[in-house]
């Protein structure tokens, strides 16, 4: 008996240790499986079945945790019924293993011990009716055996529909992350690219505003200039006005000089200040030289005078109505309007279109070869010089 006993431990602690086919690695992990063996290798055999009928609760289909427990009954705790219910149900959960023919024979040899011990017994009344009570309490057990089993199993199933829910849920939620991770990728690309183009804008911005400050540099320059010309100008028109002056008193000293022989009223007109200040100096005009010595010449006698001579004296003196202001205007601006040509606002600065040459050359720097004109332009309009 000891030596069977001793096999039937070997066997299990043997397929524990190297994992025989009929066993399922998650029960070696379990706690409470854990604990089931070293109460059995402790040899408190009662504490170890507890540990282990707890385990079955959790997992009522771990066919080793059968076999270890019909040993245990049969060989160690004298309860062949058990050991044959826990038998049969290793024998009904791993039928194809290696161990399920020694577990037929070591459940055929739990029944003849059962028998052997019923029949000693068998013809003592009492203790045929305490076997009769014992059986009915094991068949009760039994029964309610397999209803827990049964109703492990459906939990166990449910909870396989739940898994499965979950995966799927699992699997949806996944794809959703996917989803919102490509969304999110694309978001990025564009943020870069706008951010891409806003620096592009800044630096464009950022030219535009150098542009516009070289624009307003030139133009502050430009208007500098009208207003330099402008006091030119004016210079010129006071000078222009000494020198009309200055030909008054000339002309007034000649008449005093040469009565009989008035200046011409109609000599050819100075076209430009520099000529009429050149026509002022003695060494050019007789009648500045005449003026500059009033008492010899009045000494002459008009009537010897030549009136070839005469009339040369007097020929260059301009009279001082017909002295026209030179065309010195200072430099213009002028707003390009919609429909307008470099004709068009030659003849209303010019009275004639012919100078837009000179337009086209003053901006051909903002015009380009094509002399193109934009509503807004400002153009600069050149002061027109006599030839």
């Avoid at 050819?268 to 007789?286: G, K, L, R």
């Avoid at 015009?367 to 050149?382: A, D, F, H, K, T």
């Amino acid at each position: 008996m000891m030596n069977k006993f001793l096999r039937g431990i070997l066997t299990i602690l043997v397929c524990l240790a190297a994992g025989c086919d009929f066993m399922e690695s998650n029960d070696v992990g379990h706690p409470l499986f854990k604990q089931g063996k070293r109460e059995l290798e402790k040899e408190n055999y009662a504490e170890a079945i507890k540990y282990f009928q707890k385990y079955l609760r959790v997992r009522p289909d771990s066919a080793r945790t059968h076999l270890i427990m019909a040993g245990i009954y049969d060989e160690n705790l004298d309860s062949q019924i058990n050991a044959i219910y826990h038998y049969q149900e290793f024998i009904r959960l791993s039928p194809d293993s290696a161990e399920a023919k020694n577990a037929e024979k070591w459940l055929a040899t739990a029944k003849r011990k059962y028998y052997v011990k019923m029949k000693t017994k068998f013809n003592d009344p009492e203790v045929v009716a305490s076997l009769q009570d014992e059986l009915a309490g094991a068949d009760i057990r039994i029964k309610r055996l397999v209803e827990d089993h049964n109703k492990m199993v459906t939990a166990i199933e449910e909870g396989k529909k739940n898994i499965a829910q979950l995966n799927n849920q699992l699997t949806s939620v996944q794809s959703e992350k996917e989803k919102f991770d490509a969304d999110l990728t694309i978001s990025m690309e564009k943020q870069k690219k706008i951010e891409t183009d806003l620096a592009a804008s800044s630096d464009k911005q950022k030219k535009l505003d150098a542009e516009n400050k070289r624009l307003q540099q030139l133009y502050s320059e430009e208007v500098q200039k009208s207003k330099n010309a402008e006091e030119e100008t004016a210079q010129a028109v006071n000078a222009l006005n000494a020198l009309k002056s200055e030909h008054s008193k000339t002309l007034a000293a000649l008449e005093k000089v040469n009565p009989r022989q008035p200046a011409r009223t109609s000599p050819p007109a100075a076209n430009t200040v520099e000529q009429v200040s050149a026509a002022s100096t003695p060494a050019e005009n007789p009648v500045a030289a005449t003026a500059a010595v009033p008492e010899k010449t009045a000494e002459a006698k008009p009537e010897t005078l030549p009136e070839a001579k005469a009339e040369e004296k007097t020929a260059v003196l301009p009279s001082p109505e017909s002295v026209s202001v030179p065309e010195m205007m200072k430099m213009r601006f002028y707003t390009v309007k919609s429909g307008d040509t470099l004709t068009k606002i030659s003849k209303q600065f010019y009275g004639a279109s012919k100078y837009y040459k000179l337009i086209q050359d003053e901006n051909k720097a903002e015009l380009g070869s094509e002399n193109r004109m934009m509503p807004g332009q400002v153009l600069r309009i050149p002061p027109l010089k006599n030839n």
